[in-house]
């Protein structure tokens, strides 16, 4: 079971890399849904929204962040982004990314690219990856987003320490 300051603090890092992201690019989204798995477990440990996001897409972006989970799931060690499996004919977009205990899962921007590098950076942060790792999803999926926005949260000290 995952702690509550845990849950708390992971939100409070997903929240501040949207933050940024939204500095950075005004006319970016203003929100999205999200699902944390645990990894390898499978286990739902949150899920909700950051931002504002429209009623109308609510269902279909939750529908949307379980599927890019559960498809990095069945590909076990071989993929570490949904974007890597993605068939965008079949509804099958990138946005979920692995870490090392997690499988965070984001829809709701206008890119995967965004959703996928917002992931990535709060894994970071939550210290669930390396921050050289996402680097290389980052090239293998083509996200040119990752870069300036990891640069952006890692000058800034959010935690409060």
Excluded at 2 to 27: C, G, H, T
């Amino acid at each position: 079971m995952v702690s509550p300051i845990v849950m708390e603090n992971f939100l409070r890092d997903l929240q501040y890399v949207f933050f940024r992201a939204r500095k950075r690019w005004p006319k970016m989204r203003t929100g999205f849904c999200f699902a944390l798995y645990g990894y390898p477990s499978r286990n739902l440990i949150l899920k909700g929204m950051v931002g504002k996001v429209r009623d109308f897409k609510l269902e279909k972006y939750y529908e949307l962040v379980d599927e890019k989970a559960k498809r990095l799931f069945y590909r076990g060690p071989f993929h570490n982004s949904s974007y890597e499996s993605r068939e965008p004919e079949a509804g099958k977009y990138g946005g979920a990314v692995r870490g090392e205990h997690y499988i965070l899962s984001i829809s709701g921007m206008a890119r995967e690219h965004e959703d996928e590098a917002i992931a990535m950076v709060t894994l970071i942060l939550h210290k669930e990856m390396n921050k050289l790792f996402p680097r290389g999803i980052a090239e293998v999926t083509g996200n040119k987003i990752f870069d300036p926005l990891y640069e952006d949260c890692r000058r800034e000290d959010h935690s409060g320490d």
